[in-house]
């Protein structure tokens, strides 16, 4: 049995891909044309602003039907609240979220980099995300003190995956604890500005494809956006692991 892959960028309003990427092509229609070149984007806008029901509605419009959505956890439940007290702020995202319908295919969360290994406060995060069963969910530890058994442990009991972070400023957990594999690739070298070449991509594409014999689905997203390399790496990536 055979998963499905996503590959695309983390975001895609960036006036750095105006003239190389886009082309020309008015601001407008930009989300359209991402559409047409990947089969999924993760939107990480919204965590830095709650997007509005209404919002999320005309991302939903704007792609084909085919197409799927990883929204980013707002950053006042992960480095406001560091996890503390979720339901209302998971209730809140999950209801604004309902206006991409069956397009929203995960939500990731971002924990900072100092927070440290806190299992009282995963525990109740993990119970807490059962209130939104329709989508998958992945968490992004920046802290390696996060990385060991009890946490995967935790992780696997609660259907939640582990982000596989690759970047300059913070070490990388290859943990597999679900039957979705979240990456985010932010650049190797310079966080959220190198490009990776194609022998790093070569890399990532034979673990995608071992991921999905395993009946894995996988989620990659490029967050090395700066210089413009996310939408370029994305396009190869998925070249690479044969899904366009």
Same mark, same amino acid.
């Not at 594999?181 to 190797?188: K, N």
């Given at each position: 049995?055979?998963?499905?892959?996503?590959?695309?960028?983390?975001?895609w309003n960036y006036d750095s891909w105006r003239d190389d990427f886009y082309h020309g092509i008015p601001r407008k229609n930009w989300l359209?044309f991402c559409a047409e070149h990947f089969n999924s984007i993760e939107v990480n806008a919204s965590f830095y602003r709650l997007q509005s #029901?209404?919002?999320?509605?005309?991302?939903?419009?704007?792609?084909?039907?085919?197409?799927?959505?990883?929204?980013?956890?707002?950053?006042?439940?992960?480095?406001? #609240? #560091?996890?503390?007290? /979720?339901? /209302?702020?998971?209730?809140? &995202?999950?209801?604004?979220?309902?206006?991409?319908? &069956? #397009?929203?295919?995960?939500?990731?969360?971002?924990?900072?980099? /100092?927070?440290?290994?806190?299992?009282?406060? $995963?525990?109740?995060?993990?119970?807490?995300?059962?209130?939104?069963?329709?989508?998958?969910?992945?968490?992004?530890?920046?802290?390696?003190?996060?990385?060991?058994? &009890?946490?995967?442990?935790? $992780?696997?009991?609660?259907?939640?995956?582990?982000?596989?972070?690759?970047?300059?400023?913070?070490?990388?957990?290859?943990?597999?604890?679900?039957?979705?594999?979240?990456?985010?690739?932010?650049?190797?070298?310079?966080?959220?500005?190198?490009?990776?070449?194609?022998? &790093?991509?070569?890399?990532?594409?034979?673990?995608?494809?071992?991921?999905?014999?395993?009946?894995?689905?996988?989620?990659?997203?490029?967050?090395?956006?700066?210089?413009?390399?996310?939408?370029?790496?994305?396009?190869?990536?998925?070249?690479?692991?044969?899904?366009?």
């Amino acid at each position: 049995m055979s998963g499905q892959v996503y590959i695309g960028t983390s975001g895609w309003n960036y006036d750095s891909w105006r003239d190389d990427f886009y082309h020309g092509i008015p601001r407008k229609n930009w989300l359209r044309f991402c559409a047409e070149h990947f089969n999924s984007i993760e939107v990480n806008a919204s965590f830095y602003r709650l997007q509005s #029901k209404e919002t999320f509605r005309r991302w939903h419009d704007a792609t084909p039907a085919d197409f799927r959505f990883a929204i980013k956890g707002n950053r006042f439940l992960t480095h406001n #609240k #560091k996890l503390a007290d /979720p339901l /209302p702020a998971i209730r809140l &995202e999950r209801d604004h979220a309902r206006g991409l319908g &069956e #397009k929203l295919a995960a939500v990731i969360w971002q924990l900072p980099r /100092p927070f440290r290994k806190n299992m009282e406060r $995963l525990q109740l995060f993990a119970r807490a995300l059962e209130s939104w069963p329709r989508a998958r969910h992945a968490i992004e530890f920046r802290h390696d003190s996060w990385f060991d058994d &009890e946490v995967a442990a935790c $992780l696997r009991t609660h259907h939640i995956a582990v982000c596989q972070s690759d970047a300059a400023d913070w070490p990388l957990w290859d943990a597999v604890t679900t039957d979705m594999v979240y990456v985010r690739l932010h650049g190797h070298a310079v966080t959220y500005a190198s490009a990776y070449g194609t022998r &790093e991509l070569g890399q990532w594409a034979k673990r995608i494809h071992r991921w999905l014999k395993q009946g894995r689905n996988v989620h990659v997203y490029f967050d090395n956006d700066a210089l413009g390399a996310a939408p370029r790496n994305a396009q190869a990536l998925a070249a690479l692991a044969g899904c366009n």
